[in-house]
């Protein structure tokens, strides 16, 4: 199962997010039919995303980030509600040939310059809205320095996604965040110790999240306190579509209703369609017409 585990180090000095996401990478690339590079890519997002979803407090409060790169997959969007997270982009079946170094080219997929976008939906406050630069495209990178710009936050950010054709091997992350008054020396260790992590869905393959947890961070007094269920949930609905045909406005509702023949809509994260005969159309003309 996958799963997000919230530790502290150090008495703590330090917040860390360790996280699983091979079965929800898996159920988005089977619902996308993504290409290995694009499976990379989109799951990074996610993995991503999910840490940010679970640091929302209420429980109607959600996160949306979207990368717009100048690559070949166009925009990609993940959305966050704690630990149910979905996905999905532009072109999902991109190819590309490896890196040299026989890696995929994930930011040659998602493009090297563009922005990310971090919108965090506080339920009835104002929202949150962050923005930051695109630093390479691989997306670990590009969280770090959302983070570091935006938030003000010094991270150290690893994503991961290991793929052997249509397979997901292993997906996870990890995020450090030294708090504010850490010590340089933990800092320092802290540093020294990122190459460790720096494969991080390999390293997985080799143990559970609790083991690497222990083994990384050994002598910095590690504590797990929150285990969170992660997965590819996607919250679309009959009456959200319903809502969406109604925003239309009525010219457009007309327009349809002219046409007499219905209107199909399809989610984007798990193509779920949705049939509306004409008649239910007139029904919601005369809702949009209030």
């Known amino acids: 199962m996958d799963e997000m585990l919230q530790i502290d180090l150090c008495n703590g000095q330090v917040r860390v997010m360790l996280c699983e996401t091979t079965e929800t990478v898996q159920r988005c690339a089977d619902i996308h039919t993504t290409t290995p590079v694009c499976t990379a890519a989109l799951g990074r997002l996610m993995t991503g ?23 070949p997959m166009g925009t990609l969007v993940a959305v966050a509600d704690h630990g149910k997270i ?59 320095q959302y983070f570091t710009v935006s938030e003000q936050q010094p991270s150290l950010v690893a994503l991961g996604v290991l793929v052997s054709g249509d397979n997901v091997l292993k997906a996870g992350g990890l995020l450090i965040q030294p708090l504010p008054g850490c010590p ?70 007309q327009s349809l209703i002219d046409d007499d023949e219905g209107a199909e809509l399809v989610c984007h994260f798990c193509h779920g369609k949705y049939f509306f005969t004409t008649e239910q159309l007139k029904a919601m003309l005369k809702e949009a017409k209030k």
């Open 86 to 144: 979905r996905a999905c982009a532009d072109n999902p079946q991109v190819e590309l040939p490896l890196r040299e170094d026989g890696k995929l080219d994930v930011g040659g997929a998602v493009g090297h310059h563009g922005r990310m976008s971090v919108i965090k939906d506080l339920a009835l406050r104002k929202n949150y809205i962050g923005q930051s630069e695109l630093v390479s495209g691989e997306i670990a990178m590009d969280f770090a």
């Open 184 to 253: 340089d020396e933990i800092i320092d260790q802290l540093e020294l110790r990122s190459p460790m992590f720096a494969d991080i869905s390999r390293e997985m393959t080799f143990a559970p999240i609790e083991q690497l947890c222990e083994d990384w961070f050994r002598g910095m007094e590690p504590k797990i306190l929150e285990r969170t269920p992660i997965s590819y949930t996607c919250t679309c609905s009959r009456e959200r579509m319903e809502k969406a045909l109604i925003s239309m406005g009525a010219k457009d509702l």
């Open 49 to 71: 995303t999910a840490m940010l979803g679970i640091m929302m407090k209420g429980e109607e409060e959600n996160v949306t980030v979207t990368i717009k790169g100048d690559g």
